[in-house]
């Protein structure tokens, strides 16, 4: 059975009450479920989310105590293990970024959201603790001295790159939508395979019409495609738009050969495998 973690979120004294802004709040709380998120991503084979965090307990007490326990998105799946390697390893990527030491698991993208936390307990909050005892494991705890901290070594784990360029290159990803821009063009937004980011791909000369012409259902059960055109960034990881020039269409896996079509019930003429290969042998 999966086990939950706890999260007490602590705001900055004011009037004696602790009470964290409801933005404050909700910021914390979603920096650390995209984490658990991003690290689910990284870790599963299937290059999807496995686990949707759910809100078993609640605190009313101050300070707020939130209780987060995972459950599996597909029926009957036990995700006991898996949700064991995501909890350990989100805890300690947060401890590693403290300390300006690049952890596993973590793009840029999450290592941003981690910022967020150490950020969030040097304005509005004041302290913000994981428990994560339920897997044996030691939590964290992070606070004015942790964010001054992370505030050293930040320059470390995110240098500056942000500045505008463009390339050829391609994108391989997930439909998530298809739509008309203001100048009637078609547009698909593509959620990247590698790291869920939503780009808009664009093309005046018809190079997306090999979309156009599947069925609905096909597209919104989140086709799998590789674009090809001139891609342009904001940033070094932050894609804009593509100008595409070609898609290539992946097959559906219901159209792939599984493990019945490479195999042969009579390949061995009733043999078994050691008389089948000594024959082979003799007719050497």
């Keep these: 059975m999966t086990k939950p973690i706890k999260i007490t979120i ?7 009450v602790d009470a964290p802004s409801v933005d404050d ?15 689910d991503n990284a870790l599963n084979t299937k290059e999807q989310r496995a686990i949707v965090w ?43 970024v403290k300390t300006g030491t690049p952890p596993d698991f973590f793009n840029d993208a999450l290592i941003k959201k981690a910022k967020g936390l150490y950020k969030n307990v040097t304005n509005g909050l004041a302290q913000t603790r994981i428990d994560c005892s339920a897997y044996d494991t030691q939590g964290i705890e992070i606070d004015r001295e942790a964010g001054q901290e992370f505030t050293r070594h930040e320059a470390t784990l995110l240098p500056d790159h942000s500045f505008a360029y463009r390339e050829l290159g391609s994108l391989e990803g ?3 939508k298809v739509e008309l821009d203001g100048f009637k063009r078609p547009i698909v937004w593509l959620r990247s395979r590698l790291d869920g ?5 664009v093309s005046e000369l018809g190079n997306l019409d090999r979309i156009g012409h599947l069925e609905v259902k096909d597209v919104i059960s989140g086709l799998r495609v590789r674009i090809l055109g001139m891609i342009y960034y904001k940033s070094h990881d932050q894609i804009t738009k593509i100008e595409v020039e ?3 269409v992946f097959a559906a896996d219901s159209e792939l050969p599984d493990v019945s079509d490479a195999i042969s019930p009579g390949f061995t003429g009733g043999l078994d495998a050691v008389a089948y290969l000594e024959t082979l042998r003799e007719h050497e």
Excluded: F, W
Aim: with cysteine; net charge positive.
């Design 197 to 201: 980011q939503m780009v808009k791909c």
């Design 174 to 176: 997930y439909i998530a």
């Design 25 to 39: 709040l909700l910021s914390q709380m979603q920096n650390i479920v995209a984490l658990l998120h991003g690290v």
């Design 54 to 96: 759910r809100i078993t307990d609640m605190s009313k007490n101050s300070p707020l105590m939130v209780e987060l326990t995972p459950y599996s998105k597909d029926y009957g799946v036990n995700i006991d293990g898996h949700a064991r390697k995501v909890v350990r390893s989100a805890i300690k990527g947060i401890g590693s």
């Design 10 to 16: 602590r705001g900055v004294s004011h009037q004696d």
């Design 246 to 248: 070609d898609v290539d």
